[in-house]
């Protein structure tokens, strides 16, 4: 999370949660997180062209949604200065299942300008290996999906037929490799 370097100006913390800490900056009301120093956003596709994604219950929208594993950086007990690419691949991992044998950073951007001060880092994980089946941690409810890229946009539209969301930032991420399908 990077500090307003254009228009710097205090802010005032208005209250705080387990989690989160709602904010004033001048009259602008947003949120943050508490313990966290990054967040990350993994694209990870096999050499066979498959394209590894999550599906959770977000409670704040109601409803299943499909995501590009991801998760925070910092938010480990002893492990609050992490690298953002070895959160990439602990998230990774923890999610899917699946080890990286690198992590390239693609770009990054704010997940919701008007809301919140979350910069997302992009990566692509590259040279995957299965280890273990993922589902995330004993709090997380996840679901593995591996979806042929040739496949994705059918794949997509028939979750989204059952009720399920899907996260803007599997297209971004997409389209920021280069391998983005018509979406």
Not at 86 to 93: D, T
């Amino acid at each position: 999370m990077k500090p307003d370097a254009i228009h710097p100006m205090p802010d005032d913390v208005i209250a705080e949660g387990k989690h989160l800490r709602f904010r004033m900056r001048g009259d602008w009301e947003y949120v943050e997180r508490r313990n966290a120093t990054g967040i990350v956003g993994i694209l990870a596709i096999t050499t066979d062209g498959r394209v590894i994604l999550v599906e959770q219950f977000r409670p704040p929208v109601g409803a299943r949604v499909i995501e590009l594993p991801a998760g925070l950086a910092g938010d480990v007990e002893g492990a609050e200065l992490e690298d953002l690419a070895e959160a990439a691949r602990r998230e990774l991992l923890e999610e899917t299942g699946y080890a990286a044998g690198s992590m390239e950073r693609m770009g990054e951007g704010p997940a919701s300008a008007g809301l919140c001060n979350e910069i997302i880092t992009f990566f692509r994980a590259r040279d995957l290996a299965r280890v273990s089946d993922g589902g995330g941690g004993a709090d997380e409810d996840i679901r593995v999906h591996e979806v042929r890229l040739a496949d994705l946009r059918q794949w997509l539209r028939a979750r989204e037929g059952e009720g399920c969301l899907v996260d803007y930032k599997v297209q971004a991420a997409l389209w920021m490799a280069g391998v983005h399908p018509s979406l």
